[in-house]
């Protein structure tokens, strides 16, 4: 299985890859996608969830066998000041190389910025989320 992701406001926490399942974890619980019986040449925008939490699922298509999903990863507002930070699909990478701890979409409008970095952030709603700020100069 390979994923992309796409940047949101909403989104699972973490996930979980099981074979052709998909467990998305937040802090409203955790939903399971069985993805198994999804058809060859098969694809669809935009799951549906039961209401427990956020939206996980933004897409899925087989092709030659293989699923691709688009799953949704949580940001809020750049930090950097003066740059407004947007952010774009994520690379392709395979299911088993997923690290909850990573942040996957690209950031954009950082053109000639050299000294940001991506982190775990929160906007002054109290939303979490990966952002961009200015990097934090060590004391030294």
């Known amino acids: ?7 949101v406001t909403s989104a699972p926490d973490q996930y979980l890859f099981d074979g052709e399942k ?13 993805l198994s019986n999804f058809p060859e040449g098969g694809g669809f925008v935009g799951a549906s969830n039961s ?11 087989r092709e030659n066998g293989q699923l ?14 003066k740059h407004k930070a947007h952010w774009r ?7 088993a190389d997923y690290d909850p701890n990573k942040c996957y979409v690209v950031p954009t409008g950082m053109a000639g ?5 991506i982190v775990q952030g929160v906007d002054v ?8 700020r200015k990097k934090e100069m060590a004391d030294g």
Request: glycine share 12%; hydrophobic share 40%.
């Open 1 to 7: 299985m390979i994923i992309v992701f796409k940047a």
């Open 89 to 95: 699909e994520s690379p392709i990478i395979d299911a």
């Open 113 to 117: 910025v050299d000294d940001y970095e």
């Open 51 to 61: 209401g427990s939490g956020p939206e996980a699922i933004l897409g899925v298509v």
């Open 68 to 81: 691709k999903l688009t799953l949704a990863q949580q940001v809020i507002p750049g930090q950097y000041p």
């Open 22 to 34: 998909v467990n998305a974890y937040s802090g409203y619980g955790h939903e399971e996608y069985d």
């Open 125 to 132: 709603a109290g939303n979490t989320g990966w952002t961009v």
